[in-house]
């Protein structure tokens, strides 16, 4: 199950947990963000339907809808995809989220995800996608690498909004440059036109080598990705 907790005293104590999921459905991946009017959603993977979720909280967290909102995209969980050309490491589809807090799009809400779903190639690809009617519905899946010539994999992405512009910054490993096999790259790309266009940077100074650890390929799950002042950091 994904449970949730709140502290109201700075993490003196915590409110007794709260399911948001129900039945036998394996779920987990979950990460929650906190909208500007302070509204609460929790976002997590269904291994069972093979689907985003998410729930909503309108106090706080004090309590959550009771059913939860399911994201229209299509995903690959957990071992059911590895990346050959990453010395078969798996890669589910973690997403990321974070809500707009610039008077640009304030409050819109912002997935990124790594899927191999739909692609003929068995090449995994960055995907973003926004909602702006808090959740009840989402924008078509936007490729943010823009990469169907390498043959390469992309995966492990982050997603942030910088608080004065709104620009939106996705942070990604991405192989399609490295100069090693089994290598990858620390990559981002950024937008400011709702994913018309991404500008996209190499962060790494050289490629390294991605040597997948203990059982069935697990290279990681989380990296990491915040915004302010104008500048974004990895």
């Known amino acids: ?15 007794d947990p709260l399911s948001l999921t129900s039945g036998n459905s394996a779920v987990q991946f979950s ?7 302070g509204t609460v959603y929790v976002i997590y993977c269904d291994e069972n339907q093979s689907r985003f979720y998410l729930q909503k909280s309108t106090d706080g967290g004090a ?10 995209f299509a995903i690959n969980w957990y071992y059911d995809e590895v990346l050959p050309n990453e ?18 799009h304030r409050g819109r809400i912002y997935v990124t995800w790594p899927s191999l779903t739909g692609y003929s190639n068995n ?7 926004y909602s702006d009617d808090q959740g009840k519905s989402f924008s078509p899946a936007m490729e943010v690498d823009g990469d169907d010539v390498s043959g390469r994999d992309k995966f492990e992405p982050w997603v942030a909004v910088e608080p004065t512009t709104g620009t939106v910054g996705i942070s990604y490993y991405d192989s399609q440059v490295s100069t090693i096999a089994g290598g990858s790259d620390y990559m981002a790309a950024f937008t400011s036109d709702d994913g018309a266009t991404f ?31 104008g500048n974004f950091y990895p």
Do not use: E
């Open 1 to 15: 199950h994904i449970v949730f907790s709140r502290s109201t005293d700075g993490g003196s104590t915590w409110s």
């Open 31 to 37: 990460m929650p963000v906190v909208a500007p009017d």
């Open 63 to 72: 309590s959550f809808a009771s059913t939860p909102s399911a994201l229209p």
């Open 87 to 104: 010395n078969s490491m798996r890669s589910p589809s973690i997403p990321a989220m974070t809500v707009d807090f610039s008077p640009r």
């Open 123 to 129: 090449i995994a690809h960055i995907f973003l996608s």
């Open 199 to 229: 500008n996209r940077v190499r962060l790494s100074a050289q490629s390294f080598p991605i040597i997948p650890q203990y059982g069935n390929g697990y290279f990681t799950d989380y990296t990491g990705l915040c915004a302010a002042a």
